[in-house]
Structure formats: structure tokens, C-alpha cells
Nanobody, 119 residues
């Protein structure tokens, strides 16, 4: 089993920055990739960013490219999402997720952290 705990959400003005953290515990030796997703009010959950645990390759949805950066600290089993130049449309609950090497998709999810960007 793996547990994920997110932190770092909050209220920020448009143009500001926030850094989200997601700490993984438990069976972390099996991590293949971690990702961030978000769900805005009234909308479906959408992919934001992904990082491969070995090698560190990263992937982003187009709307956050150049503004968000995903990174990881393997020693701390933690993934980060640095969010700059935030826009009101970035307002959402942000979830981190973990994919194990033995899995096709993300099998573990955090509880979510709310990011609110005011105009």
C-alpha cells in the first residue's frame, strides 16, 4: 500500500505562485511515475503534469506549459508542483497520484488540496 499526502494549497492573487507538495509513504520502492491532476468546480478531473521516477522525464498539459514545473525528490519520496503566473482558471482541487511499475495507470491518489486564484 501507498499513502499520499498533499500540502501547499491556498488562496493567491492572479500572477502569483504556489508550490504544492505530495509526500508518499509505504511501498514507495515500486514507484514508476507520479502525477498531478486537478478538478475545477463543475468540471471533470484533468491531467496537469507527470514525472517519471527514474530519469525524471516530465510531461505537461498545454495550458500549464511554461508556468508549472513538476519535480521530485527521490530521497524524500516527494513530488512537487511549482505553479507560477497563476490564473483564475487554475482554481481547482489539485490531486497527486502514483503509478506503480506493475500497473497501467495511477493506482493511488491523495486527498486533494484546494488552490484558489483570485482575479
Amino acid at each position: 500500500q501507498v499513502q499520499l499526502v498533499e500540502s501547499g494549497g491556498g488562496l493567491v492573487q492572479a500572477g502569483g505562485s504556489l508550490r504544492l507538495s505530495c509526500a508518499a509513504s509505504g511501498r514507495t520502492f515500486s514507484v514508476y511515475a507520479m502525477g498531478w491532476f486537478r478538478q475545477a468546480p463543475g468540471k471533470e478531473r484533468e491531467f496537469v503534469a507527470r514525472i517519471m521516477w527514474n530519469g525524471g522525464n516530465t510531461y505537461y498539459t498545454d495550458s500549464v506549459k511554461g508556468r508549472f514545473t513538476i519535480s521530485r525528490d527521490n530521497a524524500k519520496n516527494t513530488v512537487y508542483l511549482q505553479m507560477n503566473s497563476l490564473k483564475p482558471e487554475d482554481t481547482a482541487v489539485y490531486y497527486c497520484a502514483l503509478q506503480e511499475r506493475s500497473s497501467v495507470g495511477y493506482g493511488y491518489w491523495g486527498q486533494g488540496t484546494l488552490v484558489t486564484v483570485s482575479p
